[in-house]
C-alpha cells in the first residue's frame, strides 16, 4: 500500500464495520472509500445477515482489497 501523497504516512485500515470500507488518512486530506454491497452480488447480500452493524468477513476483505487499490490509483 502506498503512502499518503499529502503526509507520507500509511494511513491505518479500519476493521471494517458498517456499511462502506473507508480509508482515511490521519492528516484529514486523503481518503477511499468503498460501499462494500456494491461488491456483494444481490445473493450475496441476501444470504448475509450484517450481524453487528458488521458484513461477512469475506465481503469486508473484498472492500477492503478494493479500497487500497483505490488508494493505490488515485497516489
Ligand atoms: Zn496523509
Do not use: H, N
Given at each position: ?33 468503498v ?32 479500497a487500497i ?7
Amino acid at each position: 500500500m502506498k503512502t499518503c501523497p499529502f503526509c507520507k504516512e500509511v494511513p491505518e485500515l479500519p476493521s471494517g464495520d458498517g456499511t462502506q470500507y473507508e480509508i482515511v488518512c490521519a492528516c484529514g486530506m486523503a481518503q477511499s472509500c468503498v460501499q462494500i454491497s456494491d461488491l456483494m452480488t444481490i445473493d450475496e447480500r441476501a444470504g448475509d445477515d450484517f450481524i453487528d452493524y458488521r458484513y461477512a468477513e469475506e465481503y469486508v476483505e473484498r472492500a477492503k482489497a478494493e479500497a487500497i487499490r483505490k488508494w493505490d490509483d488515485r497516489c
